[in-house]
């Protein structure tokens, strides 16, 4: 069983940076594939970013293709979002997501994960 922390939401004014962090217990870690998600009010969940355990490769939504990088430290047990150039259509809910190694697959459905952070908020301000 794998719990996920997430940490470093608030609000932000358009053009800003946020870092969030998504720290992970128990399970094997770094054999995990680890995702990024948000949820806005009205919307469906969906995929910002995934990185596979072989950190060094990425997949990103094209929304924030650019102004987003996912990174993550095993030694840490944390998998981290970094968020700049921030619009207001990037507010929502942010989750963390985990589950068993991919291979070459980038999983972008949120079924595709069997553990889930609690969510934290990001507020973009125009």
């Known amino acids: 069983q794998v719990q996920l922390v997430e940490s470093g939401g608030g609000l932000v004014q358009a053009g800003g940076s946020l870092r969030l962090s998504c720290a992970a217990s128990?399970?094997?870690?770094?054999?995990?594939?680890m995702g990024w998600f948000r949820q806005a009010p009205g919307n469906l969940r969906e995929v910002v970013a995934v990185?596979?355990?072989?950190?060094?490769?990425?997949y990103y939504a094209d929304s924030v293709k650019g102004r987003f990088t996912i990174s993550r430290d095993n030694a840490k047990n944390t998998v981290y979002l970094q968020m700049n150039s921030l619009k207001s259509d990037d507010t929502a809910v942010y989750y963390c997501?985990?589950?068993?190694?991919?291979?070459?697959?980038?999983?972008?459905?949120?079924?595709?994960?069997?553990?889930w952070g609690q969510g934290t908020q990001v507020t973009v301000s125009s």
């Open positions: 990185i596979r355990w072989s950190r060094n490769t990425a």
């Open positions: 997501a985990a589950r068993g190694d991919s291979g070459s697959y980038y999983p972008i459905r949120p079924y595709e994960y069997d553990y």
């Open positions: 128990g399970g094997t870690y770094t054999s995990y594939t």
